[in-house]
């Protein structure tokens, strides 16, 4: 048990730097030569966008500016339109140099289309080689390379204020019958028991419950064999997952598919719903005086057999492999991997995720202990939808689940319809 949770400490250490350097890779002026002997800074295009997290990567630029070695340009986008827009910046006759992204999965899409630099360069310096071995594989892509520099990771979890759940006299729950428990008595206080926050342009939050469900009720192996196209949508084992799924639709914010996730940050903080599915990264569109109040409580149990998992996906960079800057473009990411940019980019956002260099410094508040010791608990970790599988697949997702808490009697055409375009995605 030690040994495993030493391993876990380990591998979380390697799990942040993932989002600095999606943010840093920015204006597309970059040549195609693919040489390393083009001037200029290195764009950084991120998709770090809340206005706390973009502060941070403007923080992690300019210190990486003062030490003199190289700069970069950073452009922010919009997470949603950076998603869209991805593919066509990776393969664009001038692409920008680096991005925030995701490692695993979704990047060894687009390094086996050869559109990623192989940083094995940066991965051979000294601040990665502290990193674990579950970081060094999450970030090697099918083919052998390392295509990634993770830099940070955080959690997902079931958040809310304490001060509210006080003034309604609830607690967290510690079983699925508590959870419901718990649901009943927000409602009959005229609370919209869970916030969703899956309208507008965030729909892919929905993914959370489908992945908590499933990892709760069939566990992380089926989930991750599932998305990679070894079960099938239509199973009796996923419909098991919406049977649970459906006690819980009557507790949902009615407006959920409507209001983007930032909205419903704002309805749970307001104390209009109670408790919210979501990642850490929801506390950057929160007032900085909310964040001492928020508190999380782990996605209930549902069958005590089923190995624990949990939902802790990795953020970091990776490049484009036709970069006119490749030696500017490693010494970038070997800042990134180091200490000094993860603490950096901790200090100025939320404050609410964690590093994966070993040496680096969390924020120390009590929320984040009690993450870290949230996901170390963990028998196994779980990404989420896309990362688990493609950003291809995620459309489908979207279009499924919304399906599902319009119509939920209509379950078993939605799962076929569901698994008809995840067929067409993986034979692609």
């Known amino acids: 048990m030690t040994h495993h949770h030493a391993s876990r400490r380990r591998f979380l250490a390697g799990a942040g730097a993932a989002g600095t350097a999606a943010l840093l890779s920015g204006c597309v002026t970059s040549t195609s030569s693919g040489k390393s002997s083009s001037k200029g800074k290195v764009t950084l295009q991120s998709n770090l966008s809340a206005p706390q997290a973009k502060a941070a ?26 998603r869209t827009q991805l593919p066509t910046y990776l393969t664009s006759a001038n692409p920008p140099d680096v991005y925030t992204w995701y490692p695993g999965s979704v990047a060894d899409a687009y390094a086996k289309k050869d559109l990623l630099l192989d940083l094995g360069e940066v991965w051979s310096s000294p601040d990665l080689k502290g990193y674990s071995k579950a970081l060094n594989r999450l970030c090697t892509s099918a083919s052998g390379k390392k295509v990634f520099v993770p830099t940070t990771y955080y ?53 959370a419950w489908f992945d908590y469900l499933d990892i709760r009720v069939n566990g992380a192996d089926y989930h991750r064999e599932l998305l990679a196209g070894r079960h099938r949508f239509d ?13 819980l639709l009557p507790y949902f914010d009615p407006n959920g598919t409507a209001v983007a996730f930032q909205d419903a940050t704002t309805s749970l903080l307001n104390g209009r719903s109670g408790m919210m599915l979501i990642g850490t990264f929801f506390a950057d569109a929160a007032p900085k005086d909310a964040l001492d109040d928020i508190d999380f409580f782990r996605f209930p149990v549902i069958d005590p057999k089923v190995p624990l998992a949990e939902e802790a996906p990795t953020d970091g960079y990776f490049a484009s492999a036709r970069t006119g800057r490749h030696a500017q473009v490693v010494d970038l990411m070997r800042y990134l991997a180091g200490a000094e940019a993860q603490e950096i980019y901790i200090k100025g956002s939320s404050g609410t995720v964690l590093p994966c260099n070993p040496d680096a410094k969390d924020s120390g508040t009590a ?17 989420f939808f896309n990362r688990d599988s493609s950003d291809a697949l995620q459309p489908t997702a979207d279009n499924a689940l919304t399906k599902f808490i319009a119509e939920p009697k209509q ?10 375009d995840a067929a067409k995605i993986w034979n692609a």
């Open 57 to 82: 990567m403007q923080d992690v630029v300019a210190a990486y500016a003062k030490k003199g070695s190289g700069s970069a340009s950073l452009n922010t986008v919009a997470a949603e339109t950076f």
């Open 155 to 207: 959690w997902w979890g079931m958040f809310y204020r304490r001060s509210n759940f006080a003034k309604w006299g609830v607690r967290e729950p510690k079983s699925w019958d508590d959870f419901l428990d718990l649901c009943d008595k927000l409602k009959s206080k005229g609370v919209d028991p869970i916030g969703l926050g899956a309208g507008g342009n965030t729909a892919w939050v929905a993914s």
């Open 235 to 247: 199973d009796p084992e996923v419909r098991r997952v919406f049977d649970r799924w459906q006690e």
């Open 367 to 383: 929320l984040v202990k009690k993450g870290r010791a949230h996901i170390e608990e963990a028998a196994e970790i779980t990404q």
């Open 411 to 420: 379950i078993g055409s939605i799962l076929t319809d569901w698994q008809r």
